[in-house]
């Protein structure tokens, strides 16, 4: 049978998190068909099509699906789940709203935040704030899942060739509405994908000193990042939360700046390659992930480390 | 307006959980359990509706064995009106979870469902979703404002980019992001209080519904360990380190 992902896409073009969650499809079979509700997205369809692996779009396009609202989303992907083995979404705000709904709509235990594909009932995911990994099996005739990201190479976003056809509309469940949208703006990579990550916590002391993580951000091409502290004093925006709660990321370079290292925050990065930590408490418990550890003021060792960069990169 | 809360007994956020010696789960033996902290904001959330006069009763509901009554206790000692206990000593998926909250929905025919985006045991995230989509209602889940007025509601949701607002004809289901409010310690009167407040004993088998699990544990495991690294001393060495150890910067 195949499998089909719903894609997360802003109708233009298509989400990274989407490329990730291709892969994990292509563990559990062949024909990996996606599924692009939007409206004017042809160009969004155009893009799942030439995803790697994937042979063939469901295109609905249709003014209900232009914000990804869940009452509208999740009757559409209950209408063409037939013949589908296995439904699968990225494990984002979108994956997350939209997958439990169309789930209970076809009565179907879903698999959240799956991180390991045993065989196509049996699969791995992070339970306690990834301070335990459960294997599980699932017995639904059809399997909903979300896939966290980091746990999956993205597919290539050429080299597919699936042909884009057209779904007819659920229409309008008239239940919510959009109202808008504050997207935090940055020229920085995206958190998620970012190669680099540099994170501040409550030891940053407000949000006036983030511009010294900034800067070393822009030397390394890195994503700011940032405790639930530091989100919760109001120095960053919510979108920076790294953690059980918030985004997972798995970089090559994690810097965590005056972060504790509570389980939460730990749950959101410790799959990172490498661990880099500056705290000036030489107990606190980030030091016990840390590749390399720095006991220091930061207030002093980031303008230091800045200059070093600036030195010899 | 009645608001409903479903509230989960979890481990305590603050415990260091460890798995089983048998692999079939997470020791949950003599551990410190807790209300989950996204049912607390919950909670919160529905007290301070209700203090605002936007909401006339809130009832607590949990399912879970004979201990669960302390949770819904939590709630009570918090400010919630009475409390509903679905007793079972089996561990109830969120989409059982979800269909035995519809029947309460039915009986108790509350103006909203206030609960957590996220249960911190199984990390789950659904059961909100699920259950909006059960009664065919509208949903907001993440949720770090909300405002209800008559027969609409404003919400304002934690996504991915930033922040979203979208607007939901009532009755909902909310479910909450941890900056919508911080939670209030009961004060001691207030627990003596709530032992007096009624609970309402049910069961799956009451409510008419199989919350058979549809997906197996087969084991648990400890997640790979990682190990402390060095200390170093200054930028210099660090960045050395960075470019000719790790080789992660250029
Ligand atoms: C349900 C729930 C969900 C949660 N989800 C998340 C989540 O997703 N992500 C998350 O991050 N947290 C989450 N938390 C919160 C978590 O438990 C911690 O409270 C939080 O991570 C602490 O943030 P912090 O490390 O920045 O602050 P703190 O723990 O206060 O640590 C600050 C650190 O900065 C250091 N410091 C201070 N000044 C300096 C200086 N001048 N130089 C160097 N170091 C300095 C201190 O030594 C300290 O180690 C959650 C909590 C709950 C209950
Ligand atoms: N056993 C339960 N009893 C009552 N409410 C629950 C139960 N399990 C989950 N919930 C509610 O559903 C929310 C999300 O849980 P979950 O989908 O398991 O992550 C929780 O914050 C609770 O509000």
Redesign the pocket.
Same mark, same amino acid.
Do not use: C, E, W
């Given at each position: 049978m195949s499998i089909l992902v719903v894609a997360e896409h802003d109708n233009a073009s298509i989400k990274p998190s989407t490329l990730n969650t291709v892969t994990a499809a292509a563990a559990l079979g062949d024909d990996v068909h996606m599924l692009v509700a939007g409206s004017g997205c042809q160009s969004a369809a155009d893009a799942a099509g030439a995803i790697a692996g994937v042979t063939k779009v469901l295109k609905a396009d249709s003014a209900e699906y232009e914000h990804g609202l869940a009452e509208n989303v999740a009757p559409l992907i209950k209408a063409v789940a037939d013949g589908y083995s296995h439904i699968l979404a990225p494990a984002t705000t979108f994956g997350k709203n939209v997958m439990p709904r169309a789930a209970a709509m076809l009565d179907t235990q879903q698999i959240s935040d799956v991180s390991g594909i045993e065989s196509a009932d049996t699969f791995e995911r992070p339970i306690y704030a990834g301070n335990a990994i459960a294997t599980v099996q699932s017995s639904d005739p059809i399997k909903l899942i979300t896939v966290r990201s980091t746990a999956f190479e993205p597919a290539a976003e050429q080299g597919g060739s699936g042909a884009v056809e057209d779904v007819a509309a659920t229409g309008d469940a008239g239940l919510s509405t959009f109202v808008g949208q504050e997207l935090t703006k940055s020229e920085r990579p995206e958190l998620t994908t970012a190669r680099i990550v540099i994170s501040g916590?409550?030891?940053m002391?407000s949000g006036d000193n983030f511009p010294m993580l900034e800067k070393i951000a822009d030397k390394l091409g890195a994503a700011v990042g940032?405790?639930?502290?530091?989100v919760d004093a109001g120095y960053v925006p919510n979108d920076y939360?790294?953690?059980?709660?918030?985004k997972v990321v798995a970089p090559d370079l994690y810097i965590a700046?005056? *972060?504790?290292?509570? *389980?939460?925050?730990l749950?959101?990065m410790k799959d990172s390659k490498v661990i880099v930590a *500056?705290?000036?408490?030489d107990e606190?418990p *980030?030091f016990q992930v840390a590749d390399y550890g720095w006991v220091?003021?930061?207030?002093e060792?980031v303008p230091e480390l800045d200059a070093e960069l600036e030195k010899s990169l | 307006m009645k608001v409903l809360v479903p509230v989960k007994r979890v481990i305590d956020?603050n415990v260091k959980v460890r798995v089983k010696a048998d692999n079939s789960g997470v020791e949950l033996a003599n551990v410190k359990m807790a209300m989950n902290?996204?049912c607390e904001i919950a909670v919160e959330e529905a007290i301070r509706l209700k203090e605002a006069g936007g909401a006339d009763e809130i009832v607590v509901v949990s399912i879970g064995g004979k201990q669960t009554q302390e949770t819904i206790r939590t709630g009570l000692a918090m400010g919630a009106d009475r409390g509903i206990h679905i007793e079972t000593d089996d561990e109830v998926e969120p989409l059982g979870v979800a269909k035995l909250l519809q029947k309460v929905v039915e009986e108790e025919a509350p103006g909203v469902v206030i609960m957590g985006k996220q249960a911190?045991d199984g990390d789950n995230n659904q059961t909100g979703q699920m259950l909006s989509a059960l009664l065919n209602w509208s949903m907001a889940t993440f949720v770090s404002k909300l405002e209800i007025s008559g027969d609409e509601a404003s919400a304002t949701r934690e996504v991915d980019g930033g922040l979203e607002t979208i607007k939901l004809k009532m009755p909902a289901v909310v479910t909450v992001d941890?900056r919508l409010n911080e939670p209030r310690y009961a004060s001691l009167p207030n627990i003596m209080k709530a032992k007096k407040k009624p609970i309402d004993e049910k069961t799956p088998a009451d409510l008419g519904v199989d919350t058979a699990a549809r997906v197996k544990t087969l084991k648990v495991v400890e997640p790979p360990a990682r190990e402390a690294g060095v200390k170093v001393a200054s930028a210099a060495e660090l960045v050395e380190k960075l470019k000719n150890e790790a080789k992660v910067i250029g």
């Open positions: 916590g409550r030891g002391q940032a405790s639930r502290a530091a939360q790294v953690g059980q709660t918030g700046v005056g *972060i504790s290292g509570a *389980i939460q925050h749950a959101g *500056i705290n000036k408490d606190a *980030i220091a003021d930061l207030f060792a | 956020y902290p996204f911190i941890l």
